[in-house]
């Protein structure tokens, strides 16, 4: 077996899954690839960083974290002046947003640090070691972090506070389908012999054809595009575990208008490995990342079904100059690399505006936050065409 396909158990193990059950919705391939609990790409490989696939936020400098840590220290005030505070991260990564957002709050908001609960929600126990090692300085000092493998490991309304992400949703496995003139289809995957391919065929669940009527969204003929059903499932669960507090979710993708607009007729699901993108993914599988754009439409439509009411919704820029960002530039050279690591995160042709920032709130009163003082989007741009109950 060419050895371009990836890694060679998984790829044993696709081949017989697609022999037993026959073509498996491309979702179902995708799950395996990154999420196989012996051979998938998060569980084993997941590089992030300079050496890695991949850059995040966090990774590029440390005043995202300080940035956000900001912002979790202003939402504190309404969500809970006094008594403990409770701060969730899911999807870690290697733990620098983590080790940077602590040091930032004990240094900055100390009262806050000091009834701080820090929990991880990572379920590759690789990552949680990883996690751990970088964290190990902190937790030596008495800072209580506490990891889960998932949300479902939460009671329900257990947490007062924070439920963060960054760069966690667009990893989810998606359904791709492509419109023709007989309606929707749906992409699956089988095996030549030689390679992986794609079938399409009627849709595997109505959910499909449901996502984009309640869109108000007509793919035109030939456009493909991806429909990431378990975001919907995680935004309920994570509904589910807020007493009282703020969503806070990062992630590059865009409103439904936008997402599902003609100018994407591919689609947006690309592939990441050590520094370079492509398309194919059925190259390198288990050994590459795989990622699609997020709909922030839907995550505030189906949020708001299960008492998650949308804040506000911006871009990284906006946010992280809202929060104050200009002030860390000031006495710096303009060509350190402080500066441009600075720079990159505010982009308006990469990580400033492709990056957006959704947050959503529960048993509180809206609360003002300095990340949405400047607001890109026009009112109401989340749910442009899209029926909306309630």
Same mark, same amino acid.
């Given at each position: ?12 193990? /696709?081949?017989?899954?697609?022999? =037993?059950?026959?073509? @498996? ?17 998060? @569980?084993?490989?997941? &590089?992030?960083?300079?050496? #890695? ?47 940077? $957002? ?10 806050? *640090?000091?009834? +701080? ?25 008495? @800072? ?9 490991? $939460? ?52 959910? /499909? ?8 969204? =007509? ?19 994570? *509904? ?25 007729? *591919? ?6 490995? =050590?520094? !370079? ?6 190259? =390198? ?16 439509? !189906? #949020?708001?079904?299960?008492? $998650? ?10 946010? +992280? ?23 990159? +995160? ?7 505006? !492709? ?13 003002? /936050?300095?990340?949405?003082?400047? &607001? ?5 741009? $989340? ?6 109950? #309630?």
């Amino acid at each position: 077996m060419a050895a371009e396909l990836g890694h060679p158990e998984l790829v044993q193990k /696709l081949i017989a899954r697609i022999e =037993r059950e026959g073509p @498996i919705p491309f979702a179902n391939f995708m799950e395996m690839a990154l999420y196989d609990p012996e051979f998938g790409y998060y @569980i084993r490989e997941a &590089r992030i960083g300079a050496e #890695g696939d991949y850059w995040t936020s966090p990774e590029v400098h440390r005043i995202f974290a300080e940035l956000v840590g900001r912002q979790m220290a202003q939402a504190a005030g309404v969500i809970a002046p006094d008594g403990p505070f409770t701060v969730i991260e899911i999807g870690a990564g290697n733990g620098t947003f983590a080790g940077n $957002l602590l040091k930032a709050l004990k240094r900055e908001h100390p009262a806050l *640090a000091e009834r +701080l609960q820090y929990l991880i929600i990572e379920r590759s126990a690789a990552l949680r070691q990883r996690q751990r090692d970088y964290l190990g300085p902190l937790l030596q000092e008495g @800072i209580p972090i506490r990891w889960l493998c998932d949300l479902a490991d $939460l009671s329900s309304g257990a947490v007062s506070g924070v439920i963060f992400s960054n760069e966690l949703v667009d990893a989810f496995p998606v359904h791709r389908v492509v419109n023709r003139r007989v309606g929707l289809r749906e992409l699956f995957v089988s095996w030549s012999g030689h390679g992986f391919i794609e079938i399409e065929a009627p849709p595997g669940t109505p959910a /499909l054809e449901q996502y984009f009527e309640r869109l108000g969204v =007509r793919l035109e003929d030939g456009q493909q595009a991806e429909v990431n059903l378990e975001a919907l499932s995680w935004i309920r669960q994570v *509904a589910a575990c807020l007493r009282k507090g703020i969503v806070l979710t990062i992630d590059y993708g865009h409103t439904a208008a936008d997402l599902y607009s003609p100018v994407r007729k *591919a689609g947006t699901l690309l592939c990441y490995y =050590r520094g !370079t993108v492509c398309d194919n993914p059925y190259v =390198r599988v288990g050994q590459q990342d795989m990622t699609a754009h997020v709909d922030f439409t839907s995550l505030a439509l !189906t #949020g708001q079904e299960v008492g $998650l009411e949308v804040t506000g919704f911006t871009n990284q820029f906006h946010f +992280l100059l809202g929060l104050g960002i200009e002030s860390a530039f000031r006495g710096l050279d303009a060509e350190s690399s402080d500066s441009e690591s600075m720079r990159r +995160l505010l982009r308006p042709d990469g990580m400033g505006s !492709t990056f957006k920032v959704l947050i959503q709130h529960k048993g509180v009163p809206a609360p003002a /936050l300095d990340g949405l003082k400047s &607001r890109p989007f026009v009112a109401d741009a $989340l749910y442009a065409g899209a029926h909306r109950h #309630g």
